[in-house]
Structure formats: C-alpha cells, structure tokens
C-alpha cells in the first residue's frame, strides 16, 4: 500500500519560513519523480516544485529563489524548504508521486498558513 505523509504545515508570519517533509512508503522511493503542488480556496491546484529520480529541479515562477525541494533517497523523503513566505502562499500543500510507467498518488496534505 502506497502512503504519502506530509507534516511541517502551520501557521507562520509573512517573511518567516517553513520546511515540509513527505515521507513515502510502498514504494521504490529512488526511481519516483517526486512535487509539490498547491491549493489555495477556490483556486487549481497547482505544481509549487518537482524533483527527478535523477535531482533534476523544477520551480512554478512564483517560488523560484523561496522555496528549494530536495530528496533524501536513504529516508524515502522530499523536503520543500519554503522561506520569505507571503499571504499568497496560504494553501494546502500536497505531495505528489509519479512512477517511471505514469502512475501517480497523492498525499493527504499539510495546511500552510501566512498571516501576521
């Protein structure tokens, strides 16, 4: 059984920062292209950042230079280090996993709140 767990949401000021870890179990965790997506109320859900099985590194233009994914291959885990954190960030966050052969799962999600 795949699980994806995310922890390290909450709520934190405008210019602090977070770190959300996934960790993933049920699966070859090395050979999965890993991401973060998004979802703000009434608003798509959309790709924050990915990382390849091989480090490759993706970023939506609106995090680019904040927030930094990395993966741990020997802990099954993908982190998103997210700092300078703004109001517009507020949404739940999703980790997401898609094998070599398209299959894909999703986990719970972790609420991230930015207010003053």
């Known amino acids: 059984q795949v699980q994806l767990v995310e922890s390290g949401g909450g709520l934190v000021q405008p210019g602090g920062s977070l770190r959300l870890s996934c960790a993933a179990s049920?699966?070859?965790?090395?050979?999965?292209?890993m991401g973060w997506y998004r979802q703000a109320p009434g608003k798509q859900r959309e790709l924050v950042a990915d990382?390849?099985?091989?480090?490759?590194?993706n970023y939506a233009d609106s995090v680019k230079g904040r927030f930094f994914i990395s993966r741990d291959n020997a802990k099954n885990t993908v982190y998103l280090q997210m700092n300078s954190l703004k109001p517009e960030d507020t949404a739940v966050y999703y980790c997401?996993?898609?094998?070599?052969?398209?299959?894909?799962?999703w986990g719970q999600g972790t609420q991230v709140t930015v207010s003053s």
């Open positions: 990382i390849t099985s091989g480090g490759s590194t």
């Open positions: 049920g699966i070859i965790f090395s050979i999965y292209g």
């Open positions: 997401h996993a898609e094998a070599p052969s398209n299959s894909r799962y």
